[in-house]
């Protein structure tokens, strides 16, 4: 390869260097490869408590969902996931459910439902509920009647067993949460089984009436137009019904309790005969399964998605949440096993369980480089991408400084080692007024001070904010043939801190350059690898703050910095 014409050639197109709009009309091929709409579409996580308040309580909700539309549609979101909104104690903050088919007072009303959905309709966003399926609330009216005698029809509903002795639980398996799993009830003397929170029982989904009401909670939802369940839980949906102990492994977890191999309460196979189910009645209406699949490799993860592409549509992947630092070449191996697991991919790097991507990948020097460069890696990978909101203005976590602060009940438990999942979960900056313009009274989560400068008003106006740098990638990622049915080529393999790969495309291809290093990088324009022997190089985004000029035989790629651009032959 001639790199002097190379790199006179990006030189030359880079000029004024800057994002050139994705051209118009390329949306058209989005389906030639006959993709369901969620395969193409950007998914935008909602914690309803936290979004926007439009009743000025403190506590946001549907109207404020409403109002925010016209917002996602000009950021490039396709769907709304929100987590439960549905009647609930809010020991879990909704992840405890009491009634399935009803809206919680405190986020409005089922008009107010109904209306979210017919204004997300007009802009072509869709609503995707939450779905508990594993457990819910103690105070479900079939979990009040469960426990009101051992001869209640909804008994068998739960999961209820006598304790081993005086004082002894049935087994030794443990709440996630840092309780024990089971709880007495002395109205009976039996202990029932759940998974999270006292509050939140375990459904037995062994029984069929508890599988067939479930089912129907589906149909309730997609007949009013929803789109489509992100299921919750769905690891703990069966449990041994011989009560195996979970063998004890080496270590102590962070409520100081022995470790264990979770092999008799967690990710049993009659777990994917649920999923079948639940996804044949999807399949009825045209909907889409998106699952909290917490895996450790690949293959489970491919086990979720059906032998038969029979279960999930869209497990989501979530291991690359667990990488410690920014590892080029753990990413690339990752990505690597995904695309041969033959599936489409659903990168998750972050959501409202775990620390902010922001807080967890920055380093306090280049926290928004970094923010921009992790947008760019999930933003042009092969797949459906899930946001998490808030995300996209570079918030980040603002966790509890004292245990009085916490609100959630994990960390009350856990404190100091488990702090709860507040700080990931605070309210949504829209501007720098007082309370970052979520409301106009004290919200339930404190803002952060980031705010003042990390917030959508003051970042649209700015060309190089994270959330402008957001607008542009999903512009982009919505237009580019390349990006949205590509192929996936690797490049610069041996390279430990750059990340480089082309998406290629019926002879159209978008190149990526990822420096996930503090340090500057010289990248060679090596793309012989893909098919390209002496490309023309068209730059369509960079991350860059110098300019990119004059001559140069490698790529500078300044620490933490994108280069995205269309080569062609
Ligand atoms: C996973 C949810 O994401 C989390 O927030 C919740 O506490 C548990 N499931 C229990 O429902």
Same mark, same amino acid.
């Given at each position: 390869?001639?790199?002097q014409i190379?790199?006179?050639?990006?030189?030359v197109?880079?000029?004024?260097?800057?994002?050139?709009?994705?051209?118009a009309?390329?949306?058209?091929?989005?389906d030639?490869?006959g993709h369901a709409?969620?395969?193409?579409a950007v998914?935008y996580?909602?914690y309803?408590r936290?979004?926007?308040d439009?009743?000025?309580?403190g506590?946001?909700?549907?109207?404020?969902?409403?109002?925010k539309?016209?917002?996602?549609?000009e950021?490039g979101v396709n769907?709304?996931?929100i987590?439960?909104?549905f009647?609930?104690?809010?020991?879990?903050?909704?992840?405890?459910v009491?009634?399935?088919?009803?809206i919680d007072?405190m986020y409005g009303?089922?008009?107010?439902?109904?209306?979210l959905?017919?204004e997300?309709?007009?802009?072509d966003?869709?609503?995707i509920l939450?779905?508990?399926?594993?457990?819910t609330?103690?105070?479900h009216?079939?979990?009040i009647d469960s426990?009101s005698?051992?001869?209640s029809?909804?008994?068998?509903?739960?999961?209820w067993r006598?304790?081993k002795g005086p004082?002894q639980?049935?087994?030794?398996?443990?709440?996630?949460?840092?309780?024990?799993?089971?709880?007495?009830?002395p109205?009976?003397?039996q202990?029932?089984y759940?998974y999270f929170?006292?509050?939140?029982?375990d459904?037995?989904?062994?029984?069929p009436?508890?599988e067939?009401?479930?089912?129907?909670?589906?149909r309730?939802?997609y007949?009013?137009?929803?789109?489509?369940f992100?299921?919750?839980a769905?690891?703990?949906?069966y449990?041994?019904?011989?009560?195996?102990?979970n063998?004890v492994?080496?270590?102590?977890d962070k409520?100081?309790r022995?470790n264990?191999?979770?092999?008799?309460?967690?990710?049993?196979?009659?777990v994917?005969?649920?999923?079948?189910?639940?996804?044949?009645v999807?399949?009825?209406?045209g909907?889409?399964?998106?699952?909290e699949t917490w895996t450790?490799n690949?293959d489970q993860l491919?086990?979720?998605y059906g032998?038969k592409?029979d279960?999930?549509?869209?497990?989501?992947?979530?291991?690359?949440?667990?990488?410690?630092?920014l590892?080029?070449?753990?990413y690339?191996k990752?990505?690597?096993?995904?695309n041969a697991?033959?599936?489409?991919p659903?990168?998750?790097?972050?959501n409202h369980?775990?620390?902010?991507s922001?807080?967890?990948?920055?380093?306090g020097v280049h926290?928004d480089?970094?923010?921009?460069m992790m947008?760019a890696?999930?933003?042009t990978?092969?797949?459906?991408a899930?946001m =998490?909101y +808030? &995300?996209? $203005?570079?918030?980040e976590? %603002?966790?509890p400084?004292?245990?009085?602060? !916490?609100?959630?009940p994990?960390?009350k438990l856990?404190w100091?080692l488990?702090?709860?999942?507040?700080g990931?979960?605070?309210?949504?900056q829209?501007?720098?007024?007082?309370n970052?313009?979520f409301?106009?009274?004290?919200?339930?989560?404190p803002?952060p001070?980031s705010?003042h400068?990390h917030?959508v008003?003051?970042?649209?106006?700015?060309?190089?904010?994270?959330?402008?740098?957001?607008?542009?990638i999903?512009?982009?990622?919505?237009?580019?043939a390349a990006?949205?049915?590509g192929?996936?080529?690797?490049?610069?393999?041996?390279n430990p801190?750059?990340l480089?790969?082309v998406?290629r =495309?019926? +002879? &159209?291809a $978008?190149?990526v350059?990822? %420096?996930?290093s503090?340090?500057?990088?010289? !990248?060679?324009?090596?793309l012989?690898?893909?098919?390209f022997l002496?490309?023309?190089v068209e730059?369509?985004?960079?991350?860059?703050h110098?300019p990119?000029?004059?001559m140069?035989?490698d790529?500078?790629?300044?620490?933490?910095?994108?280069?995205?651009a269309?080569v062609?032959?």
């Amino acid at each position: 390869m001639n790199r002097q014409i190379l790199a006179a050639a990006v030189t030359v197109l880079s000029a004024g260097l800057g994002f050139c709009a994705p051209r118009a009309g390329a949306q058209k091929s989005a389906d030639a490869e006959g993709h369901a709409w969620w395969q193409h579409a950007v998914f935008y996580e909602i914690y309803p408590r936290s979004f926007a308040d439009s009743n000025n309580d403190g506590i946001g909700d549907l109207k404020g969902i409403t109002a925010k539309l016209d917002y996602l549609k000009e950021l490039g979101v396709n769907a709304i996931w929100i987590t439960p909104c549905f009647p609930s104690p809010q020991v879990d903050f909704g992840y405890d459910v009491s009634d399935y088919e009803a809206i919680d007072p405190m986020y409005g009303t089922m008009e107010d439902f109904d209306r979210l959905v017919a204004e997300g309709k007009k802009r072509d966003i869709r609503v995707i509920l939450d779905f508990v399926v594993n457990h819910t609330s103690d105070q479900h009216k079939w979990f009040i009647d469960s426990r009101s005698s051992k001869t209640s029809p909804y008994r068998g509903w739960y999961i209820w067993r006598d304790g081993k002795g005086p004082g002894q639980p049935p087994n030794n398996w443990l709440s996630t949460f840092g309780t024990a799993a089971w709880t007495m009830d002395p109205k009976t003397g039996q202990y029932y089984y759940h998974y999270f929170y006292p509050e939140q029982p375990d459904l037995n989904w062994r029984n069929p009436a508890v599988e067939k009401a479930m089912l129907d909670v589906t149909r309730f939802w997609y007949k009013r137009g929803v789109a489509g369940f992100r299921l919750d839980a769905v690891d703990t949906l069966y449990e041994d019904p011989n009560l195996t102990d979970n063998p004890v492994v080496a270590g102590t977890d962070k409520f100081g309790r022995p470790n264990m191999d979770e092999k008799y309460n967690k990710k049993l196979p009659e777990v994917h005969d649920a999923m079948r189910k639940l996804r044949s009645v999807a399949d009825e209406y045209g909907s889409v399964l998106i699952g909290e699949t917490w895996t450790t490799n690949v293959d489970q993860l491919k086990d979720y998605y059906g032998a038969k592409n029979d279960e999930l549509q869209m497990p989501m992947d979530l291991m690359m949440t667990g990488f410690k630092g920014l590892s080029a070449a753990e990413y690339r191996k990752h990505i690597a096993a995904v695309n041969a697991a033959g599936h489409w991919p659903v990168y998750v790097i972050t959501n409202h369980d775990i620390v902010r991507s922001y807080s967890r990948y920055g380093d306090g020097v280049h926290n928004d480089d970094i923010a921009k460069m992790m947008a760019a890696l999930y933003l042009t990978l092969r797949g459906s991408a899930i946001m =998490y909101y +808030g &995300e996209e $203005i570079g918030m980040e976590n %603002n966790d509890p400084k004292r245990k009085e602060d !916490v609100q959630d009940p994990e960390g009350k438990l856990g404190w100091p080692l488990e702090i709860g999942r507040d700080g990931e979960r605070t309210p949504m900056q829209w501007d720098h007024s007082a309370n970052a313009g979520f409301s106009v009274a004290k919200p339930w989560l404190p803002v952060p001070l980031s705010a003042h400068t990390h917030n959508v008003a003051d970042e649209r106006k700015d060309p190089d904010s994270v959330l402008s740098f957001y607008r542009k990638i999903l512009a982009m990622r919505h237009t580019e043939a390349a990006l949205l049915d590509g192929d996936y080529v690797s490049l610069n393999e041996g390279n430990p801190n750059v990340l480089m790969y082309v998406r290629r =495309y019926k +002879g &159209e291809a $978008i190149l990526v350059i990822l %420096n996930m290093s503090s340090a500057e990088q010289k !990248v060679p324009f090596e793309l012989s690898g893909a098919g390209f022997l002496a490309p023309k190089v068209e730059v369509l985004l960079t991350s860059f703050h110098k300019p990119l000029k004059g001559m140069f035989a490698d790529l500078p790629m300044e620490p933490y910095s994108v280069f995205i651009a269309r080569v062609t032959k």
